[in-house]
């Protein structure tokens, strides 16, 4: 009934966009936009400073056993090759190219909303909200250059970890043993998903747990969460990428 109603308020034309840009197949074709930024980015400024989720990636392949660099990009030109087959079968490869300007847009729109609704939930939570990043107002362009590359490190490896990979690994695990519905499956999934983006930003000592921080992340990987499930990876990404290139930039 909800679905009938849903197909009804929406044009057509705009379910096939919401639909095929949905796609673990548009989402990591449009990453790699975004990756391909990130390196050429890295290797202009010649900065040595890798995104953390990156670097743990990077660490579980070597523990595994694979300790060659570029095996991170061959695994995710491989996961792009899966989600292109997988697309192709279900006849969701003709998306147009006007999809991509468009979910970037998108994305700008949701890390607007981002901000102001993890921030309005974590001031309710708690004491008020305090601001997780330094304003880049003042700081030597090359500073903020390396900022914008962590920006966009983040926006890639973050959501990848956190919500392409975690994420889909609980709702396996949850549709496999607990036998509930999707929907509990989804949150406690979510809920899962967003304490551990939340706690990782502390490791290593980089920065002092406040409950205010905490909570603001917490908000924030549930509403990226949220985005991936109901819009794919690719939407996710875009608007953490986004989000942390507008604290930057202001």
Do not use: C
């Not at 847009?105 to 708690?126: D, H, I, N, P």
């Amino acid at each position: 009934m909800a679905g009938n109603l849903y197909e009804k308020l929406m044009p057509a034309t705009l379910q096939v966009y919401f639909k095929k840009t949905s796609t673990p197949f548009f989402g990591l074709l449009a990453i790699l936009f975004l990756l391909l930024l990130y390196e050429g980015g890295i290797m202009n400024l010649q900065l040595t400073s890798r995104n953390s989720a990156e670097i743990m990636l990077q660490r579980l392949l070597w523990f595994i056993g694979f300790k060659n660099n570029l095996l991170l990009l061959l695994v995710y030109l491989v996961l792009l090759a899966w989600a292109f087959w997988s697309a192709k079968k279900q006849q969701m490869v003709d998306f147009k190219f006007v999809y991509f300007p468009y979910s970037v847009f998108e994305s700008t729109l949701y890390a607007l909303l981002l901000s102001v609704l993890a921030g309005q939930l974590t001031a309710r939570t708690s004491i008020g909200i305090s601001m997780l990043l330094q304003k880049s107002a003042g700081l030597p362009s090359a500073e903020v250059g390396a900022r914008m590359m962590s920006a966009l490190g983040a926006g890639i490896y973050e959501e990848l970890l956190f919500r392409f990979v975690i994420i889909s690994v609980l709702l396996f695990i949850f549709e496999k043993l607990s036998g509930a519905k999707r929907s509990v499956n989804v949150v406690f999934s979510l809920v899962i998903s967003a304490l551990l983006f939340s706690g990782f930003h502390y490791l290593g000592g980089r920065e002092v747990m406040t409950l205010e921080s905490f909570a603001f992340r917490f908000y924030a990987g549930m509403i990226l969460g949220s985005l991936f499930v109901l819009r794919g990876i690719g939407i996710a990404s875009y608007t953490h990428a986004i989000y942390n290139l507008l604290l930057v930039l202001r």
